[in-house]
């Protein structure tokens, strides 16, 4: 019952099941607790079997989901394995009742918590003062945060304190829109830098010349090891590398990844999935992919790269600076530009994103610096929509809030339509930039260029 009113509840004519930010979704493959969950609907027939065009339709354009809804009828769910699929059965039941009942008491089930943060190791938001915090422990909360940087005192001083949604931590006090907290875009203050990562932070082609080569050549070791070792992340990654494989092969074709054969674990046994795993992953890299599937696999063997110490990531010598100068404050033309919060946004893992900041060559580890990683769960960064997803997740005041930084013209459209401030990155060895586009954006070459922008020394281009 649960799942036919799943199928009503956001309308009619709804064409998917949308909901984020419960516990229970981590119980489904691909998905995490701050994950928006989205399930396709399609509409239902007087005979089961009519339903298989448009079954398969929602299958390819939706190669992530593990269920699909029929409107008025039921759902198919399916999993690498009977287990999988059971558990996800109950997990999406669940789902779908908390919905319903979410639905009648009038509370939202589709969209993020204002205090959410797009990433599972991040810094959440919290709108109250250290007073709220530590009823009871205010003197040791302020000794405990003391010399991390006041709103009044600019970072100077022996006592500090930290800023979160615009209270200090330390004195208690507010601050107005528009003050230290950064310089003003539109009427309202910009507190979040958001950046894309190639082209922007690190160069094209540390990640086409070395990331992409390192992931393909290494990952028949790579698999071979770890099936060896029964490695449970590695059959986690298998699992999802052939639900993605049965789904490409009712539309673009791919290559099969089986099993290995109960009571076949035997070498030989092993190298036959080996070896279809290293055709798929080269099918998939061949033709530029960016499924779920394959990122994942490629955010582990980078990871493993990374540890052995084969891999150190490219960042510009610009970078490093900037992160701790926008994290931290005290910088800025006048050294008293209050902190801002850090994301990245690429199309890249969460994962991959994090490896490449933590082990640079020339920055050490940076992740210090970052609060969210938002990747493509939350949406293709061409389109409006994920920006306004991305929004929601940092919880802002406003989406003028945001400054995004990216090198690719048509992800600057989509931010500034969803109402982000831009810039746009110009770095050796980027790709030209469209001049009919590009000319409604301001263009930097050097993180320390921004500052102007956050500081409100230089105004946004006018629209």
């Not at 396709?40 to 269920?67: F, M």
């Not at 009942?101 to 599972?120: I, K, Q, V, W």
């Not at 991305?390 to 989509?414: C, N, P, W, Y």
Request: glycine fraction near 12%; include cysteine; charge should be negative.
């Amino acid at each position: 019952m649960d799942c036919v009113l799943a199928t009503l509840l956001q309308g009619e004519h709804a064409t998917e099941f949308r909901m984020t930010h419960q516990e229970m979704i981590k119980g489904i493959a691909g998905h995490g607790y701050r994950s928006t969950l989205v399930i396709p609907i399609i509409e239902n027939t007087p005979h089961e079997a009519d339903l298989a065009d448009s079954l398969g339709e929602a299958i390819r354009k939706y190669p992530e989901a593990t269920a699909v809804l029929v409107r008025r009828h039921g759902i198919y769910i399916w999993g690498s394995t009977w287990m999988q699929a059971k558990t996800q059965a109950e997990c999406y039941h669940y789902l779908f009742r908390l919905a319903v009942e979410m639905h009648r008491l009038g509370l939202d089930y589709t969209t993020p918590p204002a205090l959410s943060c797009g990433n599972d190791d991040g810094v959440q938001s919290l709108p109250f003062s250290s007073r709220e915090l530590f009823p009871s422990r205010e003197r040791e909360a302020k000794e405990a945060i003391a010399g991390m940087g006041c709103c009044s005192g600019g970072g100077g001083g022996g006592e500090g304190g930290i800023m979160v949604n615009d209270h200090c931590l330390h004195c208690t006090s507010q601050v107005k829109e528009g003050g230290r907290a950064g310089g003003r875009a539109g009427g309202r203050a910009i507190k979040h830098v958001l950046m894309d990562i190639e082209g922007t932070t690190t160069s094209i082609s540390f990640v086409h010349d070395t990331l992409f080569p390192y992931a393909k050549s290494a990952v028949g070791a790579h698999v071979r090891e770890k099936l060896l070792q029964k490695d449970p992340e590695m059959l986690l990654d298998l699992a999802a590398l052939r639900v993605q494989a049965m789904v490409d092969s009712q539309g673009e074709g791919g290559t099969e990844v089986p099993m290995i054969p109960e009571g076949d674990e035997t070498a030989e046994g092993t190298e036959k999935v080996v070896e279809a795993v290293v055709r798929n992953v080269e099918w998939q890299m061949g033709k530029d992919r960016k499924t779920t599937a394959l990122k994942q696999l490629q955010g582990h063997i980078w990871r493993a790269g990374y540890e052995k110490g084969e891999i150190l990531s490219h960042v510009y010598e610009d970078v490093p600076e900037a992160l701790r100068r926008w994290s931290r404050g005290k910088g800025g033309r006048d050294g008293g530009m209050a902190g801002f919060k850090l994301a990245m946004y690429s199309s890249g893992s969460r994962e991959a994103q994090r490896l490449l900041l933590g082990y640079t060559a020339i920055g050490g580890d940076l992740r210090e610096y970052l609060n969210c990683y938002f990747d493509t769960t939350v949406g293709g960064k061409r389109e409006e929509r994920s920006y306004r997803e991305i929004g929601l997740s940092l919880g802002v005041g406003g989406m003028e809030e945001v400054l995004f930084l990216t090198d690719v013209v048509e992800e600057a459209v989509a931010a500034r339509k969803a109402g982000m401030r831009v810039l746009l990155s110009v770095r050796p060895g980027n790709a030209p930039i469209d001049e009919e586009l590009g000319k409604r954006f301001a263009r930097v070459s050097s993180f320390s260029e921004v500052d102007d922008y956050l500081e409100g020394i230089k105004e946004f281009p006018s629209l």
